[in-house]
Structures are given as C-alpha cells and as structure tokens.
C-alpha cells in the first residue's frame, strides 16, 4: 500500500514537472535548418548559437534568438541553437557544434566565457563570439561586450535635465565593478548636465530583494530626489511602485519598462541583447572577424534611451535636445569613459 | 528442484525485460507524437537523438561521462529503497559531494595525485552522508517524512552551494561567480581519447558491482534486505532495524555523494553558480527503470544519458524545443513507473500460492 | 438417495498447478444445499487453493465449476460475492480504526451518488445480527475486539452480502474453544436459514461436531467423501494422514539439570500507560517444560517478547543459564543458545518474499559456517535447507519459492525446524501447533519431547488447554498479566484450570 502510494506521489511529481516545463513552451518555431531549395552560390554562413535559458524568456534569449532569425531573413544564414545549456555543460555543446560543421558558436552568455576560452583552441577553424564577453584568449575568439555606461550616462542627462528639485537617485542591485560603472555613468551624465546637482547612489546587494529596494528607494525621496534610475532586476518593480506612489519619476534599465507604470515611468536605458548576435554575425559575413575584446556602445546600438512616448511628448523641446545632444556626444566618442575606483 | 527454480525466476525476468521495454517504446512513441506536433518529423528527431548520443566518438564520450552520476544516483535511490527510505534528496547529496571534492580539490594542494583523488573522492562521500543525515536526524528524531525533508535539502544544497561560490569560493580572477578549477592532481584522468570520458567510468562500474554484492551477496545485504521485506520478522531474527536503516541511508547518501565527486573531478572540474545538474531526479527514474537492480540500472541510466545527450542533438539538428525534450524524459519516467506497478502484480502472480 | 440430493456447487476435474506443484488434480465434488461441508486433509494438500480457485482468486488451469446449476467462472472474488459466494480468510481484512458497522458496510456501492445512507445500513445490519443471534457492538472500533469477535464481524461483512454460501477456511485455528463453539453456533443458526457452508480445520473434536459430510484431500486429490455418522477421531486421521495418528505423548523421565531460565519480578507498562505484564516470577530447570495456559491475549505476546528482547521489560530480571541477560539484544541472546518460535509467523517468523531457504538461515546466516570470504556460502545454506526441508517434511517446490507461498501448516513447520535444529538450549515455543494438520502435530511433539529428553529449557506458551496439560512438566496460568503459582499438571483438575484462565482466582478474593 505504501509502495503505491509512492509511486503515485512520485507520478505526481514527474507531471508537475511536465507541466512546469510545457508552461515555459516558447512559441513554436519552424526547424532551424532546412533543406535549401536552391543551389547557393556560396555555402551559407552556419551559426550556433547556445542560450543559459529559454529562448521564449522575452528578455535577453528572445531578443538574441529575434537577432538570430532577423540574421537568416537578411544575409541568408543557416542557424541552429540549443536551450538551457547550464555552463558546466556547455563546452561539450560547443564541442558539438563544432564538430556538426558550423562555422561560428555564439555563446550567448558572458558566464559561457571561461568554457569558450577553453574550448575554442580545440578548433582554430571555427569562430567563437561570447555576448557580453569579457575576456578573448585566441584569435577566434570574439568577446562582445557593452560600455556598461551608456545607456545610464543618458538616463542622467534625461534626469537632470527633468529634475526640479536638483536631487536625482540611482540603484544598482551591486556593487561590483560593472554595478559602480554603471552608477558613475548616471553620476557624470547628471553634472554634465548640472554640475550642482545632487546624485544619490544605492545598491541593494541583489536582484530579487524588493523590500530592500523599496526602503532604500523611500530613503532618497526622503532626502528630496524626484527622479530615479533602477537597473537592479526584480526589484525595479518595487522601485518603480514606490515612485509611482510618491508621485515622482523613474527611469527603468536595461529593458523598456514604460508599460509597467505608463505614468512614472518616464524612459527607459536599455541595452538590447540582439546586437551580441548580430555583430559576429555580420562581422563574419563580412569576412572581416577578428579576435578580440569588442566593447559596443551607442553607436552600435548596443545601448540606447527609449522613451515613453507619452512623456516625450510632455517634455520641452529644450530636454528633448539636451538628450539627444548627449547622444551624439556618445557616439562621436566625446566623453570619457567613467573612473571607478 | 533447481530446473523449477531457475525456469521460473528466468520468466520472472524475461516478463519483467519485455514489460519494461514495451513501456520504453511506448513513452518513445508517445514522445515522437508530440515531436510530431510541433510540426517536426519524429522518425527524423529520433534518428538524431540516438545518432547524437551514440554516432560519434565524441557522443558516446558523452554519454558515458553523464552516465557516471546518474548511474551513481539509481545505486543511491535503490539502496535506500531497500530499507524504505525514499531518499529523493539525491539531487542535493550530489551537490554537497561535489562540493566536498571541489574543497579538497582546490584547497588541498601539493599531495601525489592518486592520493588527491582520494582524499577528495572521501570528502564527497562524507559530505553526502551528512547531507543526507540531516533528512535521517528530522526522521527518528521527529518523525519528519524524508519524502518532504529531502526534496527540500536539494533546493537548500543548490542554494548553499551557489552562495558559497559566489563569495568565499569564488574565484577571484574570475568576472563571472564560479569557484576556482581543482587542482590538476585532483583530476581525474580522461581514459578515451578525445573525449570527456574520465575515470570515474571505471569507478562507478567498481561501485556497482560491490553494491550488487554486498546486497545478494552478504550477510550484511542479507539483513538490510530482510528489514526491508519485514522489519518485524528481522528484528525476531536478532537484526536492529534501526541500525539497518542508517546503514542504507549512509550508503546512500555516500553513493550521491561520490556520484558528485566523480563528476566535478572528472568532468566539471570547478563549480559555476546557477548549476543545476538534475542527476538525482533523472536517477529516480532511473532506478525504477532498472527494478532496483544494478544491472538493470545500469541499462537504464545509460538509456537515460542517452536522452539526455540525444536531446541537445534532436534540438540542434531539427529543432526540437528543449521543454519536449525534457517531456520525453518525464514520459518515459511515468511509463516505466506504472509499469513498475504491473510487473509487481504481475510477479506476484506468477509466485503465488495457498496458504 | 439421489432424490434428495440437491447439489448446489458442482465441482468437476478442477486443475490447479503451481511451479513445480500441481495443488489440485481432478477435483470432483459436489456439495449439497444446506450442508455443512467439511474440507480435510494434511497441510499442502490443496484446501486453500480449492477454495480460493473456486472464489476466483487463483484461475484455474482447466475443470468446471457450477453455482445453482449455473457455470461459474470467477475471474475475481467479485463474480464470486454476485452469485451469493462469501470466504472469510484466515486473516482478516479489516480496517482496525473503523467501527465494526463502518467495516460491514465499507466497499458498499453508494445509495445514491457518493452517499451512504448509514441508518438505512444501520437498521439492516441490526436485523441480520439479531436473526442470527450475533451479539455485536456496532459502533465498537475493531482494534478494541478480540479475534473472535473480529471474526464476527468478518461473517456479519459476508451475510450483509447476501451470501447463501459461505467459506470458512481455518476460522478456529485461533479461536479459544469457547469462541469456537460461539462461531458453530452461528454456523447452526445459517444452516437453518438454509445457507450452505464449506469449512475447514484441522481441529478433528470440532469436524465431528459441525459437519454433515467430511472430504478428504491428499496431494491435491479427493480421496474419499463420507457422511458424518458414526465416525471417530481416529477414522478420520486415518483416511488423511493413511495411518493411525494419536496425539498422546509419552514424555520421557529427565534428570533436571539447574535452572535455565529464571524470572523475577517481570513487569511492563506499554506506551499508553497500562500494566501488561505484572510481576512475573518462575523458573525453569534444564529439561523441563513449563507451559503457561491462558486466553489469547493476556500478555503471553508480550512476555515472550521480553524474553527474547525485543521488548524491553519495566521492571525484573531475567536469568539465562544463570547470567543476567536484561540489558543484552536478541542477538546476543540468540548466541547464548535461546530460540523463539513466535506465533504470529506470517508477521514474525517469516520474511515472506525471502525464498525459503533464507528464512531457514533468518536466525543464522551470519554464523561461521555460511560465510565463505566476505560473502555467504550459498552452497552450504542450501545443503542445510535441504537437510531441515526434508528432516521435517516442509512441503515446498523448491528452496528457492518466497516463503508466503508455502501452506500454513508448511510455513510453521518451517519455523520449527529452524529453531530446533538451531543447537539452542532454552526454548520459547508460542503456539507451536496453529494451523498443522494432526501428523504434523505429532511431529512437532515428538520433536519437543525429544528437545526434553536432550534436556534442553522449554517455555511452552499455548492457549490450547489440552496441549499444555499433555506436554508440560509443571504449568501455570495467565491472566491480565500476572502469572499463577505454578503447580505439576496433574495436580489441578482442568474446570480448576479453567477457572483460572477466566481470572477467577482474582474474584475471589
Ligand atoms: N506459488 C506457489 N508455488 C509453489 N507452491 C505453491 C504455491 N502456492 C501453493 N503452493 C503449494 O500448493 C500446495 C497446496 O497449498 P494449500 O495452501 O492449498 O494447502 P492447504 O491444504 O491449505 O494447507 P494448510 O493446511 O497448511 O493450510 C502446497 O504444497 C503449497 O506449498
Ligand atoms: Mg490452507
């Protein structure tokens, strides 16, 4: 009797955990390689590409698997990938991969870095490129990174450009080097603007804690701030409830965050994954892929503000300006790249 | 007499292999109409999976290196099993044992490597044991059901883990949160050139057969049996159930344990926060699927790799959404388990009498 | 003759092979409506299986079978209950922590939809145990009843059932002669009702009490059908066993040696607070058999179970060949030459998915001579099953068939080859004869007057009066826990005795 009753829980279990994944079912997609109709003149270019998740997760994966079919409708690539590759396995698919013939492995993960670096000497004629890499020890190996400031640089702009009460906010989830960065990169943007105002800086030690968040955000409005940059996971929920309870102005990260709160929050620093994609991609069809640490910025499109159309709309023509003047100044390489200690 | 007793335990067998294998082709079939509804061609999928995991040298090299824990995982389930311990905490043993070689591995330095792997492979079994001791305190001290207790210790283990190498044991020339590598005397050698194939095949083929053995075999596999078939009976024999049934935790717990180590020292070589191997789920059904036996477990741990190895293929090569390949394993699970429950009947049928 | 024969079960060239056992062959039988039937023969000789193909448990290879004219073919105790069959089991399936009412009517179809209407069950249930003079609480939880009433209850389960045909296989075997002759007078009272009954037992007094006709079965066959008229215990031994069996033993004189087995001042007090076993003292000599009568349930388990330590005493001390044993395991009272034969084998004495073999090494495998290296030596385990299976006539196929397949009978003999031939010196021996056929019997006490004669320490627990007073040196009784003087077999008249185990001692006083 008891048997049975653990083989049912244990059923039960299995099902649940069907259920579970049937639940995280992107939307169907056609069979990645097909069988070409015509004769190409040339081989196509074959990419693999391995995602840390799902590629229906609509964030990061999606964006880079959207780059991926966008790739194959405009320079006629084959692609293939594979989903959910923890990284203590993922050389073996890289190894596969490399093995199948294809031209190019993206690993889409800068946590895949390590493992690329170790398997990319393996095969010296297959191209690797790791998205938001930071480290490339072979000459087939391209990291492709961001600025990590950029898009924060302009949301400081846009804030001490908006703020009224000359106190602005910014929350980091860390305090890691990129975390610091990525504040400073706020900080310099604001006094560009106004070289008197006051930045408040704050990290919450973690992505999910949106109790935290909300304190510390309730903290700098206390001190006076009425705007706020978040780019710290989950918590941006917490962080952008609370302003729009207190009635002042958010700037989300690193994904459009407009249509969480239409009324609060005023743009959004984002810093689009399809481009990781894209670039060895293009590069490749290029014949122009070089090893190398690439770091892309706004000019690529790697980083970017978007609006909340209702706002820009609100705002003058004089902040509208001032933010696309920065911009500009961005691309042209005309700043300085911020200096964390 | 013997020709009775050996034609009866042989059709035993033979309807246990055939009933198990139908449910196998079943949970294939089953398998291959939802790869053919997601508009895929499941005669081709299939041909991938199992080219993938066995057509190459570097897909067997695979298969066989994810055999290793897994393998070790049905071992641990089943001895537990045998005293009616349900130890699904396998998943967070094998963290724990990984994380015991990992800490030996990388922080003991300057030892000859046979004795490294050694030390580090004890470390492991130990650290399982004692992951798996906390589920065993809470149950004779308050007769917390191990069901519960160990499904929780997993998702505790994982959490720990990726805590700890995401502060003390991070590594720290490392950007991303992951431990340092083991030291290179803590490796375990690779034994099939080419491929991640590591000797921890030849250990777990060792382990195997010594469970086997000290179960069938032994006077000790004699009682841990006996209280597991009637602990009344046994405790009239003389034999302490209790004891018994720490016996088989510990072993238990050790076998994931050393599962985990073999696979750190072997394959993974450092642990990446985020990791979640999912072995001591896959060796559960595993185990089933092998009747608790270990040749049998062998089969279906390696028809499990199998799965697992294929399934990274059938996705490249067409397309198969990675959740319908973890459908596929679940499938196969639930339909080995229900046919678990006839060859019960079924054996109980075939032995049964008068009273 | 044949004008007043009106057969209701026909039973034609029924089959029933095991591996390696063929436990029917060409059964023919008819029973008649009305009569009760009794089924006889010697433990293994297909009784249980007979029954349990005909109620649909088993198949059968190949026969007949025919219900009030009707073929019968069960494929599970269902078709069986649909035509009026009802078999109560030897061990009862009941739900301990239900009411004996919810018990009856558990498994009911609903009235309508999930809905039991339980006064409408209730005032039926009432109806059937007045006709048939049951005396039952119907709101008493199970786990409170003795085994007969539980019994009771499992009849009452089977008549709500409309069953005109019962089985009752080995209902006695565990009843005292007073629930004994309760049960018979149910029996009385269906056959005047006009149900059929078929019944077993190896009790020969109670056969000749309750049967019409009597069949016997030997090996799988049906050796002959007589009417109860006239008959002797004797006769009917003799067509089963195919010779004359008596069951007076002729104990032999020993020299006692010094005491074996002593107890002072036993006392328990089980988890929920209640004295179970009080005080008990006695002592027993090297050669001698000491029995201790009572009704089942009196604290005979329990203290048998402290003495072999699997149960730990509140109170007292227990002396093995003169050495305190209170604070050592069974296992290590086992090495000091005790053996147990407890009375509940199926729960207690047996591992029954361990082939036989094994359960004849359960008290011994660890012993010297079945290890080879580090493991066992299979090859001397079997030479020693095979001696024991053979010496002692357990009817098995093979050595290597799980244990819960052999015959009760089977099964207990078993059990005592293992702890006889163990080379043990003290003896508990709880009901050593539930269940075995009358030459078993005699076996089994041959065996015991031999342990005496070799002048080993027997305890003998039983509550069958007559197996006490006929193999005891001295005896006692048991009652609530506390143990009478003991006294030398002859000297007390058995109404005295039987005073006693109804505790009249105490109310006298
Ligand atoms: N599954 C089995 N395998 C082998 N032999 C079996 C099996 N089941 C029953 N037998 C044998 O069939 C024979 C008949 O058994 P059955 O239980 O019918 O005997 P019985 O007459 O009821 O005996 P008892 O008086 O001991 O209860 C026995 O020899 C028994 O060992
Ligand atoms: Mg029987």
Redesign the interface.
């Known amino acids: 009797m008891?048997?049975?009753i653990?083989?049912l829980?244990?059923?039960a279990?299995?099902?649940v955990?069907?259920v579970g994944?049937?639940g995280?079912?992107?939307p169907?997609?056609?069979?990645?390689?097909e069988e070409n109709v015509e004769e190409p003149a040339v081989e196509p270019i074959k990419v693999?590409v391995i995602f840390t998740g799902?590629i229906g997760d609509g964030a990061w994966n999606e964006s880079g698997y959207n780059a991926l079919v966008k790739a194959k409708e405009d320079l006629g690539i084959e692609f293939?990938?594979?989903?959910?590759?923890?990284?203590?396995e993922s050389g073996?698919?890289m190894?596969?991969?490399a093995?199948?013939g294809y031209d190019l492995i993206i690993a889409h993960d800068?946590?895949y870095?390590?493992i690329v670096s170790e398997v990319a000497p393996e095969f010296p004629d297959v191209l690797f490129t790791v998205s938001y890499g930071?480290?490339s020890t072979e000459d087939n190996i391209a990291a492709i990174t961001s600025s990590g400031w950029h898009a924060s640089y302009m949301a400081g702009v846009l804030a001490a450009a908006v703020s009224e009460t000359e106190i602005v906010g910014v929350l980091s989830a860390t305090d890691s080097f990129m975390g610091k960065r990525m504040r400073t990169g706020f900080v310099n943007g604001a006094k560009s603007v106004n070289p008197d105002i006051e930045v408040l800086e704050a990290f919450t030690g973690s992505w999910d804690d949106v109790v935290k968040g909300k304190e510390l955000v309730n903290g700098m409005i206390q001190q006076g701030i009425d705007v706020i940059l978040s780019n710290s996971g989950n918590v941006n929920f917490g962080v952008i409830e609370t302003a729009k309870e207190a009635g002042i102005m958010a700037i989300g990260a690193p994904s459009d965050l407009s249509s969480v709160a239409p009324d609060t929050v005023i743009a959004s620093a984002v810093t689009p994954s399809g481009i990781y994609v894209d670039y060895g991609i293009r590069q490749l069809a290029e014949d122009n892929f070089d090893g190398g640490v690439y770091v892309l910025g706004i000019k690529e499109g790697a980083e970017d503000l978007i609006w909340n159309p209702a706002f820009e709309a609100e705002f003058s023509a004089e902040v509208i300006d001032t933010v696309n003047a920065a911009k500009l100044q961005l691309s042209n390489g005309e700043i300085e790249e911020p200096v964390v200690e | 007499m013997s020709s009775f007793d050996s034609s009866l335990s042989r059709r035993i067998l033979r309807m246990r292999i055939l009933v198990t294998g139908l449910a196998v082709v079943v949970a294939f079939l089953l398998g291959s109409a939802l790869v053919a509804l997601a508009g895929i061609n499941p005669l081709t999928a299939l041909r991938y999976l199992f080219s993938g995991a066995l057509g190459t040298r570097h897909g067997i090299g695979e298969t066989l290196t994810r055999f290793i824990p897994l393998f070790l995982a049905t071992l641990s389930f089943a001895i537990a099993m045998k005293v009616h311990f349900y130890n699904v905490g396998i998943e967070g043993q094998i963290a724990l044992g990984s994380l015991g070689a990992l800490l030996v591995g990388v922080y003991v330095t300057g030892l000859p490597a046979p004795i490294h792997i050694l030390l580090c492979l004890t470390a492991s079994v130990v650290f399982g044991i004692l992951w798996l001791s906390v589920a065993g305190f809470l149950r004779f001290r308050f007769g917390a059901n191990e069901l519960l207790t160990t499904v929780m210790l997993n998702y505790i283990a994982i959490y720990l883990i990726d805590i700890l190498v995401e502060t003390v044991l991070k590594d720290p020339n490392s950007l991303i949160n992951q431990s340092q590598k083991i030291a290179a005397t803590a490796k375990l050698p690779r034994i099939m050139e080419g491929t991640t194939v590591h000797l921890g095949l030849v250990f777990a083929a060792i382990v195997g057969f010594i469970v086997y053995y000290y179960v069938w075999r032994t006077p000790g596999g004699f009682e841990l049996r006996a209280v597991g078939a009637n602990s009344k009976a046994a405790k009239y024999a003389g034999i302490n159930p209790a004891k018994l049934i720490i016996i088989g935790m510990i072993i238990s717990g050790g076998l994931a344990g050393l599962g985990g180590g073999l696979n750190l020292l072997g394959y993974q070589s450092r642990w990446v926060s985020g990791t979640f191997l999912g072995y001591g789920f896959d060796g559960i059904g595993a185990a089933v699927m092998g009747q608790y036996h270990p040749l049998g477990m062998a089969f279906s741990a390696l028809l499990f790799a199998i799965i697992r190895v294929g399934g990274g293929a059938m996705q490249r090569s067409v397309g198969v959404p990675y959740p319908l390949v973890h459908a596929l394993q679940g499938i196969v699970i639930i339909a080995v388990i229900i046919s678990a429950y006839f060859i019960e009947k079924r054996t109980e049928k075939m032995t049964k009498g008068g009273q | 003759m044949s004008n007043r024969k009106d057969v209701i079960l026909e039973i034609r060239n029924l089959t029933k092979t095991f591996p390696g056992v063929i436990a029917n062959k060409d059964v023919d039988l008819d029973i008649e409506r009305g009569e009760v039937h009794t089924l006889l023969g010697e433990n293994g000789a297909g009784k249980s299986t007979l029954m349990k193909a005909i109620y649909g448990i088993y198949g059968m290879d190949s026969g007949t079978v025919k219900y009030n004219g009707n073929p019968l073919d069960a494929k599970s105790p269902k078709d069986a209950i649909a035509v009026g069959l009802g078999m109560i089991h030897q061990h009862f399936l009941l739900v301990q922590e239900f009411t004996v009412l919810e018990n009856i009517i558990m498994g009911l179809k609903a009235d309508k939809g999930i809905h039991l209407d339980l006064g409408k069950h209730r005032s039926r249930v009432e109806e059937i145990v007045e006709r048939f003079e049951i005396r039952l609480d119907l709101d008493e939880k199970v786990k409170n009843l003795s085994v007969g009433m539980q019994q009771k209850v499992e009849i009452v389960k089977v008549l709500y059932r409309n069953a005109k045909f019962l089985i009752l296989d080995e209902p006695t075997s565990v009843l005292t002669p007073q629930e004994s002759q309760g049960l018979f007078g149910i029996i009385e009272r269906l056959k005047k009702e006009g149900a059929t009954v078929i019944f077993i037992s190896h009790k020969l007094d109670e056969v000749l009490q309750i049967s019409d006709r009597i069949t016997v079965l030997r090996d799988g066959e049906v050796i002959e059908t007589v009417v109860n008229k006239d008959l002797r215990k004797d006769d009917l031994s003799a067509m089963m066993v195919g010779r004359e069996v008596t069951l007076d033993v002729d104990m032999p004189e020993v020299e006692l040696g010094p005491d074996g087995l002593e107890l002072d001042k036993i006392s328990l007090v089980n988890p929920g607070g209640k004295t179970v076993l009080k005080d008990v003292s006695f002592s027993i000599r090297k050669g001698e058999i000491l029995g201790i009568a009572g009704i089942d349930g009196n604290g005979q388990e329990e203290l048998a179970q402290v003495l072999w330590g699997t149960l730990k005493a509140s109170g007292g001390s227990i002396k093995l060949h003169g050495s305190t044993v209170d604070d050592l395991s069974t296992r290590k009272r086992m090495d000091m030459g005790m053996a147990y034969i407890p009375a509940d084998r199926k729960k207690e004495g047996l591992v029954g998915t361990f082939q036989v073999s094994e359960n004849i090494v359960l008290n011994s495998y660890y012993k010297p001579h079945f290890i080879k290296g580090l493991g066992q030596d299979f090859g001397a385990i079997r030479e020693y099953s095979e001696r024991l299976v053979q010496e002692y006539n357990v009817k098995t196929p093979a050595l290597s068939v799980w244990a819960k397949n052999l015959s009760g009978g089977n099964q207990q003999k078993l059990i005592l080859s293992r702890a006889i031939e163990g080379n043990n010196d003290v003896f508990i021996i709880a009901q050593p004869t539930w269940g075995l056929d009358i030459g078993a019997i005699e076996f089994v006490y041959r065996k015991i007057s031999e342990l005496k004669e070799a002048g080993k320490t027997i305890l003998l627990i039983s509550t069958d009066l007559e197996e006490v007073r006929s193999l005891s040196d001295r005896m006692c009784v048991i009652f609530e826990g506390e143990v009478s003087e003991t006294f030398r077999v002859q000297d007390k008249q058995v109404a005295e005795i039987g005073l006693l185990m109804a505790g009249g001692k105490r109310r006298e006083e």
């Not at chain 1, 169907?28 to 390689?33: F, R």
């Open positions: 008891k048997k049975k653990i083989s829980l244990l059923v279990m299995f099902l955990s069907l994944c049937a995280a079912e992107e169907a997609e056609e069979p990645a390689v693999g799902s293939s990938f594979q989903e959910s590759v923890p990284v203590a073996e698919v190894r596969n991969f093995y199948e800068f946590n870095n390590d930071y480290q």
